[in-house]
């Protein structure tokens, strides 16, 4: 399942052949095939402000999640049964994590960030039968449990605990950490992961055990052929999210690698630098508004003592400032890559096979087959913009959306399962993000991808982040708007706007600069760190049905 050391791109994609065994489990892969080999192998390193990082080893890591599997199984939850996460990077959640899959459950990942509303809807829908959570959300739960019909059992973590919920130290405790994991097969489920809801109602993607092993070549890929001796792995995304979960904690753990966690929630440039430095970490995936954050940063690697040899970054385009930044500043190539919740990392870089190219998302990784197709499922010729697509089967493909076979099945046309993200191959076979098929901007005749726009945008000394939208427009269709958060020191005012919206103008073309500029505070992000365009593009249109003051009553 590992990638061969290769030189040549084209022999490694064309030599690889996918060797998941038929019998697979997640949670015997991530520990216990390295706790029999080496039980003191370090496997986590939790950072703590006062320097006294925590470690786990692999054959604790094993022990714990042995315990707590059968502490589960204690409660009557079987296999199949979801078992909600609503905790923050932790030994804890990697425990659950484990435990869960040996069980032949079903693990559920929450973000903390949610709201009681967003709790309730992915509790409800997904049927949990058990939550295991910490004081935090157990407050969120207060307000909601009592609606939740399915869900018998709240785990609590720490020191708290309540009427009506059961210790996670004491369920481990009191019981063996003997347990016999259950024989999955490679195609039954193992996590369901939510959709982000950036395009309506977050639907339930639900993954077999497969998942783990399709993501590791595409984390070697971006991770420069990890492992390698003294790799460490870190990343500021929550593990609630395929971002964290399967670009970073579990394809580490399965190739031996520790993975290093903070209990932040919210990110901080400085203090990203800062776990890198004290930890040694190595490699990182890091999406790409965070590294737009970090970019804030003045002289970093004067500041931090910096191990890194890797970063690979995913979730929203990367962008030429960034990506050129990073060369400049990290002295690092960022290798990016490209997937969606459904079907992950199946585009990508690695710089030293010479695949890389600023604003371009990558060519394929070994074991896909990647395409841009029209509407009819037939690819387009190179340089022709149109849908990416993925064809099955592939590993790291989802069986299907929780309890939703209608949106499954539009999901495909025939054997390419359809992104929703638009995009343009070259004759290398290099991708250019374009945007999603409902944020392309339809200006004048011309559709406009917001993507190259924000990378312009980000690239004026005044803005730290950037989004763009279609603005309804009675002589256009659509004017494109942007939204711009500027970098500090800087004040808003119509001058800095129009200079904003020149900067664009002269640098991209004159169809594709904004014709408004609005400044706000932040953007609105979602737990993966993506700008919600789908809420900025409402309060355009909102916008654009306020009639202009008093013309309506002028005769």
């Known amino acids: 399942m590992f990638l061969p050391k290769s030189d040549d791109y084209d022999r490694l994609i064309g030599d690889f052949r996918w060797e998941i065994p038929e019998k697979f489990n997640i949670g015997r892969a991530v520990t216990d095939d390295w706790a029999e080999r080496d039980p003191a192998r370090l496997a986590l390193q939790h950072y703590s402000a006062d320097g006294n990082h925590l470690t786990m080893t692999y054959g ?11 502490g589960l199984a204690s409660l009557g939850i079987k296999p199949g049964d979801r078992v909600a996460i609503l905790l923050p990077q932790s030994f804890e959640t990697v425990i659950v994590h484990v435990a869960i899959y040996k069980l032949g459950a079903i693990a559920l990942p929450l973000a903390l960030l949610f709201g009681a509303d967003a709790l309730e809807y992915r509790l409800r829908d997904s049927g949990a039968v058990a939550i295991v959570t910490n004081e935090f959300g157990l407050a969120k739960l207060d307000g909601i449990r009592q609606g939740l019909t399915a869900l018998g059992h709240v785990i609590v973590t720490g020191e708290g605990g309540r009427a009506g919920s059961v210790g996670f130290d004491s369920l481990c405790s009191s019981h063996s950490t003997d347990f016999e994991v259950v024989d999955t097969s490679k195609d039954d489920p193992a996590l369901m992961i939510y959709t982000s809801g950036t395009t309506g109602p977050p639907k339930g993607a639900l993954h077999a055990h497969r998942v783990l092993p399709g993501h590791v070549p595409g984390v070697q890929m971006a991770q420069e052929f990890m492992p390698q001796p003294g790799d460490k792995f870190w990343t500021p995304s929550d593990w609630a999210w395929a971002g964290g979960l399967l670009n970073c904690l579990l394809p580490g753990l399965m190739m031996g690698v520790p993975s290093v966690s903070s209990a932040a929630q919210k990110f901080d440039p400085e203090l990203a630098y800062r776990i890198m430095a004290e930890t040694g970490v190595t490699n990182a995936f890091i999406p790409p508004t965070a590294l737009r954050l970090m970019a804030s940063v003045k002289n970093p690697r004067e500041k931090f003592e910096l191990k890194l040899r890797a970063i690979g970054s995913a979730g929203e385009s990367l962008g030429r400032e960034t990506y050129e930044w990073s060369r400049r500043t990290l002295g690092l190539t ?85 992104t929703g993200d638009m995009g343009v191959m070259d004759r290398d076979g290099y991708v250019e993000f374009f945007g999603r098929d409902d944020d392309v901007i339809t200006s004048s005749g011309y559709r406009i991808g917001p993507a190259e726009i924000e990378d312009c945008l980000l690239s004026h000394p005044a803005v730290q982040l950037a989004a763009a939208v279609g603005k309804p427009d009675p002589l256009r269709t659509e004017i494109v708007k942007a939204y711009i958060v500027l970098a500090d020191g800087n004040a808003p005012s119509e001058l800095l706007a129009a200079e904003i919206s020149a900067w664009v103008k002269t640098r991209l073309s004159m169809h594709e600069y904004p014709r408004e500029v609005e400044f706000i505070e932040a953007l609105p992000l979602t737990t993966t760190g993506k700008v919600i365009r789908r809420i900025l593009r409402d309060r355009a249109i909102e916008e654009s049905r306020i009639p202009e003051p008093m013309q309506a009553n002028l005769g």
């Open 60 to 70: 604790a890591l094993r022990d714990r999640s042995n315990a707590f599997a059968n």
């Open 334 to 418: 960022v290798n990016e890559f490209y997937g969606q919740t459904e079907c992950n990392i199946v585009l990508g870089s690695m710089v030293s096979l010479g695949v890389s190219k600023a604003g371009a998302i990558g060519r394929v990784t070994a074991g896909h087959e990647v395409a841009v197709i029209d509407e009819k499922g037939l690819p387009r010729p190179a340089g022709v913009a149109g849908q990416i697509a993925v064809r099955r089967p592939d590993p790291v493909m989802f069986l299907g959306y929780w309890n939703n076979p209608d949106a499954t099945a539009k999901k495909f046309i025939g054997d390419w399962m359809l």
